[in-house]
């Protein structure tokens, strides 16, 4: 009877611990269903920039403006206006500061380190001006803003046809 009764005391007792603790990667501290994750620094905007049917026009024009204070005018015909993390920037496009400005660029992707709201501006001769307003999803388990990929396509200038007689 001894070790009947030992028996249902340690399956007890081992029903009875608590389950294991997930490991630090996978807990952000936060509790909740598993917790939040945690994640590298990454940028909370990726900007896929694009115009209607050509290459991007030379002289794109992209100003950002935030509640920490506007980032300096990125020209893409101006190396100069090219900035990096190094630099302190939070727009960063990708683009190799080493080489000249490209003639025939598709695609331009840019990234914004922020952690709210931003306004962007793009302008180039010949393309309506391009304003828009990004907001952050915010993560409902974690109530933080959620990494996004936004794409912006250049619309050609309307041609104005005059004045009707």
């Known amino acids: 009877m001894g070790v009947g009764v030992l028996g249902v005391v340690l399956t007890g007792l081992s029903a009875c611990e608590s389950p294991p603790r997930p490991p630090p990667s996978v807990d952000g501290g936060q509790g909740g ?11 909370l905007f990726v900007l896929d920039i694009r115009a209607e049917g050509e290459p991007l026009p030379p002289d794109l024009r992209i100003v950002v403006e935030w509640s920490a204070g506007d980032e300096p005018p990125f020209v893409l015909s101006d190396t100069s206006t090219w900035r ?15 080489k000249p400005p490209p003639v025939d660029l598709a695609t331009l992707v840019c990234e914004l380190w922020t952690s ?9 001769e010949g393309y309506e001006p391009h304003a828009e307003t990004l907001k952050p999803e915010v993560s409902e388990l974690c109530g933080t803003p959620m990494p996004m990929e936004v794409a912006i396509l250049l619309s050609r200038a309307k041609m104005d046809a005059g004045a009707t007689p």
């Open 84 to 98: 990096t993390l190094d630099d302190g920037a939070n727009f960063v496009c990708h683009l190799d500061r080493n």
């Open 116 to 124: 709210g709201p931003v306004n962007v501006l793009l302008e180039a």
């Open 33 to 43: 269903e598993g917790g939040c994750p945690v994640r590298p620094p990454e940028p």
